[in-house]
């Protein structure tokens, strides 16, 4: 017996052992074979994530994600530095995840990890837990006082599945009885709701409430929000809080967030407890999904009711989010789109004087998005930094809240001129700064410090502080891209990008990509992506024409909306356009190697070319397309999107020309036509488009004698996260370009 027991503790002895034994992930110094971009190479780069400056501006603390491809799976790591980008140190030293960091003074620093809001010295000594909910925390937020914090957790939720019978522990089945019942990727079983604790003098945080106590509604809003859409006012007395208080059909149906101020000190129940910014003083039409039981029958006809009832001024029916409070306390800035069940209406800077209750739109000369913003560190300067996309590139501009003279609309100054793309800013507390993160088709994301200069903007100076893939693209020989413009076949004109391969010759002829873009309102700036990244596609030998087709951001809003309700129209057109141009115009381009590829709406438009390329193309891949737009209008759970687009649903009499246009010229109508090989990809988690849409167009391609392939993924969503299947992605991606144009 006693052989056994030591059996049995040596045995939990070796297993205590393997986990403590367990690799951490960390900066990877692979060593390349060649010099050109490999998708382990991709995957072995360190990816910058959440970043802050202390409030003297002497650190920066920030986040880098290490993926390891035999293990599986990442690693988030914390790293200190100066300002300047000297004395980089790393902080974890664990194999646990350490994220989202934030300054609770100069010397100390709270963050994420396991679940709880920790605390530690800026040079990763005495750490201290500090929140205890059982590793509850998704995020947090301190205020300014560091008296109270806001944690995000989950709670569960039965809006749309009924709770299963408590003697049936074992069932599976989900009983759904409204909509809503899964978004994005995932069964909506919790929702996120902010909780507000206070916190002791010695730092760690007490019991907590929940600001949305009983109410049945998300804050952050799925899928991408997080604690950026909560803001504390700089009293510490008030919280700006984002929130679509829908549930169902209604929630289905429309972006129509707000900015609400929960007020801590008001009387609970009271007005000033919980104010709606968006909706205050404005008389609002009748929802009529709420008031008319016969809407409740269809819903698809909400969106032909608001677009005539809901485009007056100051309405604020699209998406509210990401509040900001001005240093002084006075105004709230926010992210602000006017339409409800469009999202990809323009993004505004929205400004709320909380003094006087006026509501102002800073950014209207400037016809494009508002990507991301932060305050000046004076309100007396009135100005807000923030970054846009114009003409295919992210930069940063400026605008003061008011104009020059008593009737002017503020005035938008632009402070960077990069061909790149700026992805966030944020004010360094030295207040003559910005910390910003910047990228480019070549060069994946680093921190730079920017001193913008408003009188003179040229002299704007901007600093790179880290180097974060150095020694990785050190090895690697880089491509280089150039601006083309085209005439459109409507008279306009087209800027496309032209990725060349290293080593280029431009006596020789080179295999070429058309590469159809997503959203189908996304920019095709200078992005970079561990999926879709132009730099390994350029370093397997290939030219990649990139249009900015109609339907983009950058080039004013008539340019970027003329493709809802014309998906197959102009916008295609674009894109045989601008092959064509690159074809016969540039001499290295092979005409006769010539592929199509694309993911979600650059998805749809590869399975539409598949059938109206006139043999222009080789070859197709498609990543989660949409490929028959019938289904799509039900299958897909963000159904605003499909009323918006398609302006109607298929089974209406009365459908618009618009609509008509759209169901007639859904690519599966087309598969007759279909004569080229395809390969179609799709992720099984991918709720928005769903699964059945790309084995649709793999199985019609196969019973028409079409070689296809179809690579599944049944654990992966809209995108593909997890290392070997990223891999995985980038290698049958390139052995079926290899197979038809090598």
Not at 566 to 587: H, K, R, S, V
Request: charged share 25%; with cysteine.
């Amino acid at each position: 017996m006693n052989s056994l027991k030591a059996l049995a503790l040596a045995a939990l002895l070796a297993l205590g052992t393997t986990v403590q034994a367990q690799p951490m992930i960390q900066k990877n110094n692979i060593r390349l074979q060649t010099d050109r971009m490999t998708p382990e190479a991709l995957w072995a780069m360190g990816r910058i994530g959440g970043h802050a400056a202390s409030p003297d501006g002497k650190h920066i603390v920030y986040n880098v994600a290490y993926y390891s491809v035999k293990e599986n799976k990442s690693h988030h790591i914390l790293y200190m530095m100066d300002a300047d980008g000297q004395n980089q140190r790393k902080l974890t030293t664990s194999t646990k995840n350490e994220t989202d960091a934030s300054w609770l003074s100069n010397d100390r620093i709270a963050f994420i990890t396991g679940g709880e809001v920790w605390s530690m010295n800026i040079d990763g000594t005495n750490r201290q837990q500090l929140s205890k909910t059982e590793g509850a925390v998704e995020g947090y937020l301190f205020s300014p006082d560091k008296q109270k914090v806001i944690l995000l957790k989950s709670l569960p939720y039965h809006g749309s599945i009924q709770k299963n019978p408590d003697d049936l522990p074992k069932a599976t089945g989900r009983l759904v009885t409204d909509m809503n019942y899964r978004h994005w990727d995932h069964y909506v079983e919790t929702i996120t709701h902010p909780f507000v604790a206070q916190v002791a003098a010695d730092g760690t945080i007490g019991d907590s409430e929940d600001i949305l106590d009983g109410m049945p509604y998300e804050c952050p809003m799925a899928p991408f929000g997080g604690i950026e859409q909560l803001a504390w006012s700089t009293d510490s007395k008030k919280i700006a809080y984002t929130c679509r208080m829908k549930e169902g059909v209604a929630y289905a149906i429309s972006t129509d967030s707000d900015i609400f101020l929960y007020d801590l000190e008001a009387e609970e129940g009271t007005i000033d407890r919980n104010r709606n910014l968006c909706k205050e003083g404005v008389d609002l039409p009748n929802d009529p999904f709420a008031t008319d039981p016969n809407w409740r029958v269809d819903a698809t006809k909400t969106m032909k009711h608001q677009r005539i009832n809901h485009m007056g001024e100051d309405l604020n029916v699209g998406y509210d989010q990401n509040p900001k409070f001005s240093p002084d306390g006075r105004y709230i800035a926010w992210l602000s789109m006017e339409r409800d069940g469009y999202e990809s209406d323009r993004q505004r800077l929205c400004c709320y004087d909380l003094q006087t209750g006026e509501k102002r739109y800073l950014t209207e000369s400037f016809d494009s998005n508002v990507d991301d913003f932060c305050w000046s560190d004076n309100t007396k300067d009135a100005l807000i930094y923030f970054i846009g996309v114009w003409h295919a590139t992210e930069n940063l501009y400026a605008v003061r809240i008011e104009g020059k003279g008593a009737k002017s609309k503020p005035q938008v100054i632009q402070l960077t001129n990069d061909c790149a793309d700026f992805g966030s800013v944020q004010l360094m507390n030295n207040g003559k700064q910005l910390l910003m993160e910047r990228h480019d088709y070549f060069h994946p994301a680093d921190l730079y410090v920017v001193t913008p200069n408003t009188k003179k903007p040229e002299r704007t100076d901007i600093r790179q502080i880290t180097n974060e893939n150095k020694h990785i693209l050190d090895q690697l020989a880089s491509g280089s891209c150039e601006q083309r413009w085209v005439k459109t076949t409507d008279g306009k004109e087209m800027l496309y990008w032209v990725i060349l391969p290293p080593h280029f010759d431009a006596n020789k002829k080179y295999p070429t990509l058309l590469f159809c873009e997503g959203g189908p309102q996304s920019p095709v700036s200078q992005f970079w992506s561990y999926r879709w990244n132009f730099m390994i596609m350029a370093s397997q030998g290939y030219v990649i024409i990139a249009p900015n087709r109609h339907g983009l951001p950058g080039f004013g809003s008539e340019w970027c909306e003329e493709i809802s309700g014309d998906w197959t129209g102009q916008c295609m057109d674009d894109y045989l356009t601008a092959i064509d141009d690159a074809a016969e115009n540039l001499p290295y381009v092979d005409k006769d190697r010539l592929a199509a590829v694309g993911a979600s709406f650059g998805g749809f438009s590869v399975y539409y070319l598949a059938g109206h390329h006139d043999k222009r193309f080789k070859c197709f891949i498609a990543h989660d397309g949409a490929f028959n737009l019938e289904s799509m209008y039900t299958d897909t759970e963000e159904v605003w999107f499909s009323n918006w687009e398609y302006e109607d649903a298929y089974w209406n009499k009365d459908l618009s020309q618009n609509a008509k246009k759209t169901y007639e010229n859904s690519p599966h109508r087309f598969v007759d036509k279909w004569d080229t090989p395809i390969l179609c990809i799709h992720g099984e988690l991918d709720y928005r488009i769903n699964a059945n849409q790309g084995m649709g167009a793999f199985n019609a391609a196969r019973l028409r004698g079409i070689p296809a392939e179809l690579l599944i993924f049944p654990d992966e969503n809209h995108w593909v996260l997890k290392p070997q299947n990223g891999v995985l992605w980038q290698r049958t991606y390139f052995n079926w370009l290899q197979r038809w144009l090598k």
